[in-house]
């Protein structure tokens, strides 16, 4: 299986930058794929950045040209930098990976989970 240890996070005031970090553990065969989701108070969690391990990004349009998401391959680890933050980026992010696991012989991905950090930019 595989865990996921989450970084960062914290209070800054509008205009400032945070870096999340989310290094994978565990028994997997490879990392697949490693993102960014955020929930704000009474709001659907929303897909924010995410990288796939050929190198692939995306970005949702609200932080495109403000955030960064970039991967240390070895260390199976995820970046997100977090710059020019804006009030509306107040929300708990949550790191997400997706990994294959052997079950039964068989390469499987699933889909995990961090326990989410809170971000706040208030003035």
């Known amino acids: 299986q595989v865990q996921l240890v989450e970084s960062g996070g914290g209070s800054v005031q509008p205009g400032g930058s945070l870096r999340l970090g989310c290094a994978a553990s565990?028994?997997?065969?490879?990392?697949?794929?490693m993102g960014w989701y955020r929930q704000a108070p009474g709001k659907q969690r929303e897909p924010v950045a995410g990288l796939n391990w050929g190198g692939s990004t995306y970005y949702t349009d609200s932080v495109k040209g403000r955030f960064t998401i970039s991967k240390d391959s070895a260390e199976n680890t995820a970046y997100l930098q977090m710059n020019s933050l804006k009030p509306d980026d107040t929300a708990v992010y949550y790191c997400?990976?997706?990994?294959?696991?052997?079950?039964?012989?068989?390469?499987?991905?699933?889909?995990?989970w961090g326990q989410g950090t809170q971000v706040t930019v208030s003035s």
């Open positions: 565990g028994s997997f065969f490879s990392i697949n794929a």
């Open positions: 997400s990976v997706k990994a294959s696991i052997w079950d039964a012989a068989a390469l499987r991905e699933n889909d995990y």
